[in-house]
């Protein structure tokens, strides 16, 4: 896993995003580094600068995950906006 082309991670969600594993691809698809995500900052302030777009988007994965529903547990083309690029 740690080769692939894509970002991979093992983590809770809640009460917080705690990575129990991830390959090198993850946080630079986030835009961010290994050392951020693992020192215990919260994830979605990390990932996501806009105040609205991090609240709109942790508000769904938590109530995606707490759902129980695994189909809504899939989160596809979320656009992802750091520093004047996307």
């Known amino acids: 896993m740690n080769h692939l082309p894509l970002g991979i991670a093992i983590n809770s969600v809640d009460p917080s995003v705690?990575?129990?594993?991830?390959?090198?691809?993850?946080?630079?698809?986030?835009g961010t580094t290994r050392e951020t995500l693992e020192s215990g900052v919260d994830f979605f302030d990390a990932v996501y600068?806009?105040?609205?777009?991090?609240?709109?988007?942790?508000?769904?994965?938590?109530?995606?995950?707490?759902?129980?529903?695994?189909?809504r547990m899939v989160w596809e083309n979320i656009p992802l906006f750091r520093a004047g690029r996307e």
């Not at 705690?18 to 986030?30: G, H, K, T, V």
């Open 49 to 71: 600068e806009d105040a609205a777009s991090r609240r709109r988007i942790r508000d769904r994965v938590l109530q995606d995950c707490h759902g129980g529903d695994v189909e």
């Open 18 to 30: 705690d990575f129990q594993y991830m390959n090198d691809r993850f946080p630079e698809i986030y």
